[in-house]
């Protein structure tokens, strides 16, 4: 009964491979995230949807391409990885959009570029 | 500067202490504030809201300074399962959270 989970925990993989991490909640939650998380431990929200529209794109490499085919599941994938795209990802999810809602975390995947 | 600042520490303290930590945001349309904890190679998971009046979750308070932009958290009676990164959250647009980088605590025998 975990509200929200990822998989893979953990993605060793070469550079220039193209790698996809899942997402799912049961939260009944309409807005989920994705962030990264580097080796200094600064946590960066990359991507936000919202019932499955984008509202949230920062500044994230175009390899980097989030899906949500309904609002439990955001995934994300990775084309042509890099050494540089090595951390953690965290997804979460919120009941809102808005300001003033909390966020709860998945567990996080650990991605290893070689 | 960055959006939410954070002594990263760590602060050092023995059992029963009482700790407090600091953060400066720079967002002056910042709406919600929140503390998060972070235990090694764990998710964040939030530990608490900080509202306008202040708040208090048994030994856990919080403080919002909005004239001075500034968050705080008390820790009394510190326990040694509160060793952890203390992370401060400010919401701008969107719901996007900006994260400080998180404060080190641990607390010792």
């Known amino acids: 009964d975990t509200a929200v989970s990822q998989t893979p925990k953990y993605l060793v993989t070469q550079m220039g491979n193209d790698k996809s991490i899942k997402c799912e909640q049961n939260?009944?939650?309409?807005?989920m995230y994705w962030y990264k998380q580097d080796s200094k431990k600064f946590l960066k929200i990359m991507f936000s949807y919202n019932n499955k529209e984008l509202i949230i794109n920062e500044t994230v490499p175009n390899r980097f391409s989030p899906k949500s085919p309904d609002k439990a599941h955001l995934n994300l994938h990775i084309n042509s990885l890099e050494l540089g795209d090595s951390a953690v990802y965290f997804c979460?999810?919120?009941?809102?959009?808005?300001?003033?809602?909390?966020?709860?975390f998945g567990p996080g995947t650990r991605l290893t570029v070689t | 500067r960055k959006e939410v600042e954070q002594d990263p520490g760590p602060f050092n303290v023995p059992e029963g202490a009482t700790v407090a930590f600091n953060c400066t945001y720079s967002?002056?349309?910042?709406?919600?504030f929140f503390w998060y904890r972070q235990d090694c190679r764990k998710e964040p998971k939030l530990l608490m809201s900080v509202y306008s009046s202040g708040n208090e979750d048994g030994r856990f308070t919080a403080q919002l300074n909005r004239a001075s932009q500034y968050i705080s958290l008390l820790i009394r009676d510190s326990k040694l399962s509160d060793s952890a990164t203390y992370l401060c959250?400010?919401?701008?647009?969107?719901?996007?959270?900006?994260f400080g980088t998180g404060t080190r605590l641990q607390v010792t025998l």
């Open positions: 979460a999810s919120s009941p809102g959009s808005g300001q003033g809602h909390e966020q709860y």
């Open positions: 967002n002056s349309a910042s709406q919600s």
């Open positions: 959250v400010a919401t701008g647009t969107a719901s996007k959270l900006t």
């Open positions: 939260l009944g939650h309409d807005t």
